[in-house]
């Protein structure tokens, strides 16, 4: 039952994907009808509501690839162009030409940024293609029972066979039919790696920003800690030394009571300065590593902590002090805000990426929304373009994981033979759908005396459809492995090579 429930699904998805390459194909002759519109009779106002239906129905697209296909897809559009802003003198400059208002800049803004967008002419080629590559392939089990049903209709017992075979491919087409649109989806409605490029500047940016501030705030703490502690002791020392050298030829005894006094506060200031110190960075975390020096923030920590280290080498300072300050405000919140007893430590490596994972038995409700320490953690990391995610349920536990990508050398993969048997597939596929399978049927169906080259044509007549089926269902699966190997590519070359 529910092998036969999940075949059910599967099918219904599938006619839903099928409804949505034919409406797809009708949004992508509206684009070009006004892309034809703008560019012969100059009515540009219409080339704006057209790529936004286009990217409505590419972003359903999208979704269901993600829901029912297991590949999500990220949007693949450039960041928005900021609205214009105008000069000293109050214009507003668009190449070389000034204007008043910002109606005509803010207008050729964004016009460049629909139009000279690679994504755009993607969503268009996919909408284009979808009826084929998603629609016909994902409705095929769909078809061959209405063909067998008009078939038996109309007197003929072979269309019998049709009913069944679609019945008994059905149960493993469907999912696979799903994992097509999937794959197609991946290749032509992606980011391209321009739109991922400049994602990234634009985070970048933004974290260059928070990291400016960051710095000068930690510099303000630095100059603060500084003046009201060591400072305000080497003052009052110096005094102190000041009023004993005095006493020297008067009261010996109260002179040296003075440089005792001033003794002990010059230990004091040296404790000040080398808590200081420990607070930009750890003597420890500099000459041992950052598994020694989480270690070290284990033993100081008041929860038992539990630390394991599995990492190749050490990561750059600059990575190592990130983390390492974020494992000290994570272990230092789970004592003061979580009411924790006990955390776990785990740092380990991700291929390249260096991952911190710290776990509380506290009682929960962390949000770096609310909390200054975690936003902290998030600005200190969002400088080496890091992640941090934490999951606090109200009752605990808390988890927080900290990724540092490109902490450790890429190692090259090697060649794998199957991106070899994905370019062969890419070749080869077109041929084996198209002429020698869905062309091939419409002449066989058509009664046409032409054979041509095509294959199933020239076998005899109970293997004609055999031969023309297979051919079709060939052409998918050699489209299925070259869709795979494209998209696996894809995520390796995103991940770094870590995949």
Not at 266 to 274: C, E, H, P, T, V
Not at 397 to 426: K, N, Q, Y
């Amino acid at each position: 039952m529910n092998a036969a429930r999940r075949t059910l699904v599967a099918l219904g998805r599938g006619a839903a994907l099928t409804g949505l390459a034919l409406l797809g194909l009708a949004v992508a002759l509206v684009m070009l009808t006004a892309a034809l519109l703008t560019f012969m009779v100059g009515m540009v106002f219409v080339v704006s509501p057209a790529v936004r239906l286009v990217r409505a129905v590419t972003g359903l697209a999208r979704d269901l690839s993600g829901r029912w296909s297991g590949m999500p897809v990220d949007a693949p559009y450039l960041p928005a162009p900021l609205p214009p802003v105008p000069q000293a003198d109050g214009w507003y400059r668009d190449g070389r030409t000034l204007y008043k208002k910002p109606t005509i800049p803010a207008f050729n803004k964004r016009w460049n940024w629909l139009m000279k967008d690679p994504a755009t002419w993607r969503d268009l080629a996919y909408l284009l293609a979808a009826p084929v590559t998603c629609g016909l392939v994902a409705a095929a089990p769909l078809l061959a029972t209405a063909y067998g049903v008009v078939r038996v209709a109309g007197g003929d017992p072979l269309g019998v066979v049709w009913i069944l075979l679609a019945a008994g491919v059905a149960r493993w087409y469907a999912p696979w039919a799903l994992r097509v649109h999937g794959g197609v989806a991946a290749v032509l409605l992606g980011p391209t790696e321009k739109a991922r490029l400049a994602r990234r500047v634009t985070h970048l940016d933004a974290a260059r920003t928070e990291a400016v501030d960051s710095q000068a705030a930690e510099l303000r703490r630095i100059e603060r800690d500084l003046h009201d502690g060591a400072q305000a002791r080497l003052v009052a020392i110096g005094m102190t030394i000041g009023a004993a050298e005095q006493l020297l030829e008067t009261d010996l005894r109260a002179a040296r009571a003075l440089l005792d006094k001033a003794r002990d506060a010059s230990a004091d200031a040296l404790q000040d300065i080398r808590r200081l110190v420990r607070g930009i960075h750890p003597p420890v975390l500099a000459e041992r590593g950052l598994g020694d020096a989480v270690r070290a923030l284990a033993l100081d920590s008041p929860l038992r902590a539990h630390v394991t280290v599995d990492v190749p080498e050490r990561a750059p300072a600059p990575l190592e002090s990130a983390a390492y300050f974020a494992v000290s405000e994570l272990l230092a919140n789970a004592a003061r805000h979580g009411d924790a007893t006990e955390a776990w430590v785990d740092v380990s490596a991700r291929g390249p990426a260096l991952r911190v994972t710290v776990t509380d038995d506290g009682r929960g409700g962390a949000d770096p929304g609310r909390g200054t320490g975690l936003r902290g953690i998030e600005r200190r990391l969002g400088a080496f373009d890091g992640v941090f995610a934490v999951n606090s349920p109200v009752g605990g536990p808390t988890t927080a994981v900290v990724e540092l990508p490109l902490a450790f050398p890429l190692r090259a993969a090697p060649r794998s033979p199957w991106r070899i048997l994905g370019g062969l597939c890419w070749a080869l596929w077109p041929i084996a759908l198209f002429p020698q399978g869905l062309v091939a049927m419409v002449l066989k169906l058509l009664g046409s005396p032409v054979k041509s080259w095509f294959l199933g044509l020239h076998m005899p007549e109970p293997f004609q459809w055999p031969v023309i089926v297979g051919m079709m269902l060939l052409g998918g699966g050699l489209l299925t492995v070259a869709l795979t190997t494209t998209a696996r590519a894809m995520r390796e070359k995103e991940g770094g090579g870590c995949g």
